[in-house]
């Protein structure tokens, strides 16, 4: 086994700039808002954090549409703001990764504006035109509807993968590709650690622009995509993106000296993820999100399936990572139904398990969905959504889709203490999104004071898996052997430098759950951390002969030589 890359065993913590930390009064979070919280993330342990999009942009999908890919939003502050956020980040031993999106800019963009102008101007080929008296062919978008829209300045559709208002770039174009380069350079010469690559798989399509074949679903999801009766197969993971994922991880490794990494967001399943990845060999995206988990239940049958196929596609040195929530679906505990023990475990398990752990701000309270009606929504989706059909339609597909249709619900401000604003904005100012009435009892401040929270029990395994290599790198191993329950899960970590192994233990179910170790060790056994308090308490000492009892949704993680 060579040596493991940083970016393999670090912890990430997604920021949604717009809903973190508002520094200036504007109702608005900025970069100033996120240096001074960098205190509080680094105490917590979080050591990369990656930022969604604070590019200049006409915020119509809040930055995902890119009007200008070198400068920062005016809301968020300047360049000055960001190399002070990169001097900061640095400071404190941590990491920064940027949001790109390579796949599509906003219309607002110089570039689409040139491009639409004319057919004969220089930048027309830089997005993808046809043209004709009805759509070129059957593609839908990622948000429902056809992806071609119809520009009645030069009389030609332009494709969309997502919304209308983020037109597609043509990467078969060489200038497209050059300048987009030029841009993940002109980052990393700013100092940035890596990226967070946009609907990654959607970058090429088929070139041949045949139609999208027949799919029997109705509903698409992100592993399997296919819905609305129509599969993705054209417009989605076409080969061509694989190569560019090779291409783009030699130009990394090369500009970074192997330093960055990227982190693709791609919908599909495994054997996609895997050749996103490099299919012999890991010279693809360093690594790929599993939104697989965000699927699974909660069982420990459902979990340890993750496992195994994460093992299975992901074996060292590929790198799995472990996803739960982020800024377009519904907050985990919501999905938890506001179980709090669920919670730790959930996150028990995200630690512990071998892989990269993606937290997105506010999970680590347990803050739960807003309650934004879809009268009422902000997001760029809900109202594509609402061009089609009544808002109670909206709302219902909104369910189905977990929360992706009306997205504010998961953007809520960030809740650093009880007052009326949370503490994200001065109080008086109106916030972009209502504060989570459950602010009073769930904020930063009063988890802090608690010591049963669910903030102190991510901290404590955040802690334990940085002081101790075995749950950063080392390999896994099931443990079915010492399991009396088919609700308990059970697996080791171990490096082959160090004498002790690490056991995890999970249990998925409202009782006592009684384990027997000897099958795996008589020898020395302790506690190194557990959600649950009182056994916290016990952490370090050993254990009386060899048994020891789970209590419901309790996670702990023991080590014995
Ligand atoms: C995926 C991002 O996570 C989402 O927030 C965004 O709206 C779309 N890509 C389009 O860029």
Redesign the pocket.
């Known amino acids: 086994m060579g040596t493991i890359p940083w970016w393999q065993k670090t912890v990430v913590y997604q920021i949604y700039p717009r809903s973190f930390m508002d520094s200036n009064g504007d109702g608005i979070g900025d970069i100033q808002g996120i240096i001074s919280k960098l205190d509080y993330l680094q105490d917590m342990g979080f050591e990369t954090i990656w930022i969604s999009p604070f590019f200049t942009s006409p915020q119509e999908?809040f930055g995902?549409d890119i009007a200008e890919y070198r400068s920062i939003a005016s809301e968020y502050g300047n360049m000055d703001d960001f190399r002070e956020l990169v001097r900061e980040v640095h400071k404190r031993d941590m990491h920064l990764i940027l949001d790109m999106?390579l796949n599509?800019t906003s219309k607002e963009h110089s570039w689409f504006k040139e491009s639409r102008s004319s057919k004969n101007n220089p930048k027309r080929d830089w997005y993808i035109w046809k043209p004709g008296k009805k759509p070129p062919n059957n593609w839908k978008s990622m948000v429902f509807g056809r992806g071609w829209h119809f520009d009645s300045l030069t009389d030609e559709w332009y494709w969309a993968a997502?919304l209308p208002c983020?037109p597609d770039l043509n990467w078969r174009n060489s200038e497209v590709y050059n300048e987009m380069l030029s841009i993940l350079k002109y980052w990393l010469n700013e100092g940035v650690d890596g990226f967070r690559l946009?609907?990654f798989g959607a970058i090429y399509e088929d070139p041949n622009f045949q139609n999208n074949p027949f799919s029997p679903h109705l509903f698409p999801n992100d592993v399997r995509g296919n819905g609305v009766f129509q599969s993705t197969e054209m417009t989605r993971n076409h080969p061509d993106n694989f190569q560019l994922a090779k291409k783009l991880r030699t130009f990394i490794d090369e500009q970074s000296q192997h330093h960055a990494w990227m982190v693709g967001?791609i919908f599909g399943g495994y054997a996609a993820l895997r050749e996103f990845c490099g299919r012999e060999i890991p010279d693809g995206l360093h690594l790929a999100f599993m939104f697989q988990t965000v699927h699974a239940p909660f069982t420990a049958a459902a979990y340890r399936k993750l496992i195994i196929e994460a093992e299975q596609w992901f074996p060292e040195p590929y790198c799995p990572t472990w996803v739960f929530g982020?800024?377009?679906m519904n907050r985990r505990i919501t999905r938890l139904r506001g179980d709090r023990d669920k919670a730790k475990l959930d996150f028990a398990y995200q630690m512990t398990v071998r892989g990269v752990p993606f937290i997105y701000n506010g999970e680590e309270l347990g803050m739960t969905n807003g309650e934004i009606p879809t009268a009422q929504a902000q997001d760029g989706?809900t109202k594509h959504f609402k061009k089609y059909f009544p808002d109670w339609v909206v709302s219902l597909v909104n369910k189905q889709f977990n929360g992706a249709v009306n997205r504010d619900n998961c953007r809520t401000p960030m809740q650093w203490n009880p007052d009326e604003n949370a503490g994200f904005c001065r109080t008086g100012i109106n916030p972009w999104l209502p504060v989570n009435r459950s602010v009073q009892k769930n904020n930063v401040i009063t988890e802090q004071e608690e010591k049963d929270s669910l903030l102190h029990c991510v901290k404590r395994f955040i802690k334990a898996r940085r002081e101790n290599e075995a749950l950063k790198s080392g390999s896994l191993k099931l443990q079915p052997n010492i399991i009396s329950s088919s609700q308990v899960l059970a697996y080791s970590r171990e490096t082959e430098s160090e004498e002790d192994v690490f056991l995890v233990l999970l249990n998925f179910s409202n009782k006592q759950q009684r384990i027997d170790l000897s099958p795996i060790t008589t020898g020395r056994i302790s506690v190194v951390v557990s959600t649950v308090l009182q056994k916290q308490k016990a952490a370090g000492f050993k254990l009386n002969r060899n048994k020891i009892s789970l209590l419901p949704w309790e996670g702990c993680v023991l080590q014995y030589s």
Do not use: K
């Open positions: 999908d995902y999106v599509h997502f983020q946009d609907i967001e982020n800024h377009d989706v």
